[in-house]
């Protein structure tokens, strides 16, 4: 069949839409109708070289839609079944999966790539082969995606709201409730406050946490943290740093939360400042994946205690952490409906990235059309 779809065929250019053909699912595999999809900042870093991966690739990794064939031994989902998909699959059975660490499968290890296990790139089109980003790419109308990256949601679920579930949401709110582990009455910063650093202060006052301090240069960010939860916001690290000092008697925060667009060494070193003896910095957003974007001091960290924790998909366990946050959706708990700022069309695609990068969204998504 055929799919409509943005491509990134070369860093540092435009993404194209191209009509492109896709294969019917294999055994494992389903085909999924991509409703929805949201506009997660790693798409950019594919876009822009930061990331790198096998070209040409279908961009998109956050999406939902509607199950409509199934492959052989598919036992996961069926058809009409409505998913959100997990950015990273998870096997069940492998080392991780197994003690409970779903976001680093085994099965994970080809996000990049974009082919499904077998090396299987069921894309095709003009210039060969085509992958997938994380194994879904949902900026396409339909796609071909392994069993293990669908998580089956309750069918009167707005899929066009549930579709952030499939990486911003569990992303940020995984790094304050898993990751740094937020205990009530904590106080927590968290630098960055898009897609995901919103969700990470939906996570801080969940967990109960006394002070969130929100920090990004943009006004409209720290007003949307403010209305979901922050108890402070600031414009910089350092407007942060006197006032976090303030709040602890000048013992410092208990977790530091990071999530900016391109993470830098300065505002590693601003977290690091900024807890306390005990504290941990959790590292969430990207660069270039060889860039040496943490010099700390060594002595510091023993000294005080201190923990650089990694968090991929806020170390959630996709298949019980989706549909956890998806009730906290539905009992009100957990805002969703006030972090999409715009949709798009998928031809605005370009217009989005433009959008996320000028600073305007929290989240933009695209509404799929076929
Ligand atoms: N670890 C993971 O599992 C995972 C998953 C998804 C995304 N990410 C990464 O997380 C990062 C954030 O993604 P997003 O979609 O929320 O991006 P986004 O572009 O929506 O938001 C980034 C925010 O950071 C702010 N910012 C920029 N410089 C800053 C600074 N010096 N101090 C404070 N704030 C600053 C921007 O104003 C913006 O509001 C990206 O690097 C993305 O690739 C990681
Ligand atoms: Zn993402
Ligand atoms: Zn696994």
């Known amino acids: 069949m055929k799919t409509i779809a943005a491509v990134v065929y070369e860093t540092g250019k435009p993404i194209e839409i191209e009509e492109l053909d896709l294969d019917g699912p294999q055994a494992g595999e389903v085909l999924i109708r991509y409703t929805h999809a949201g506009l997660c900042h790693s798409d950019v870093h594919i876009a822009h070289g930061d990331l790198e991966a096998r070209l040409p690739m279908v961009l998109g990794h956050e999406g939902a ?6 492959g052989p031994g598919v036992t996961r989902v069926k058809v009409g079944d409505h998913v959100v998909c997990s950015f990273i699959p998870n096997c069940g059975s492998c080392r991780y999966c197994a003690s409970g660490q779903q976001s680093i499968c085994d099965m994970g290890a080809t996000i990049l790539e974009g082919y499904l296990p077998g090396e299987r790139f069921p894309i095709s089109g003009p210039r060969g082969q085509y992958g997938a980003m994380c194994m879904l790419g949902t900026f396409s109308q339909y ?3 392994h069993q293990n ?14 579709v952030l579930v499939g990486c911003g949401v569990p992303t940020g709110w995984g790094a304050a409730v898993n990751t740094a582990n937020v205990k009530a009455g904590d106080t927590v910063a968290i630098y960055g406050i898009g897609g995901i650093g919103i969700n990470a202060v939906q996570g801080a006052r969940l967990s109960g946490a006394k002070n969130i301090v929100a920090i990004d240069p943009l006004e409209n960010k720290r007003e949307k943290a403010m209305e979901l939860g922050a108890t402070h ?7 942060a740093q006197d006032k976090i000092v303030e709040l602890t008697r000048g013992q410092g925060a208990d977790s530091a939360i990071l999530t900016p667009g391109l993470l830098t060494s300065e505002i590693v070193a601003s977290g690091f400042n900024a807890i306390g003896k005990g504290g941990t910095v959790v590292v969430t957003g990207l660069n270039k994946l060889d860039e040496q974007n943490i010099e700390l001091p060594g002595s510091i960290l023993t000294l005080f205690r201190k923990t650089i924790k990694g968090s ?25 409906d006030e972090i999409i700022t715009r949709t798009y069309r998928l031809d605005q695609v370009n217009e989005g990235y433009d959008d996320l990068l000028a600073g305007k969204n929290v989240r933009g998504v695209v509404v799929h059309e076929h």
């Open 65 to 70: 839609g509607i199950i409509e064939e199934v």
């Open 143 to 145: 796609g071909v995606i």
């Open 149 to 162: 990256s669908c998580v089956k949601v309750d069918d009167d679920l707005p899929l066009e709201k549930a």
């Open 233 to 239: 916001a600031f414009a910089s690290a350092e407007e």
């Open 312 to 336: 991929l998909f806020g170390d959630c366990n996709p298949t019980v952490d989706i549909p956890k946050i998806l009730g906290l959706y539905q009992s009100g708990d957990l805002k969703l």
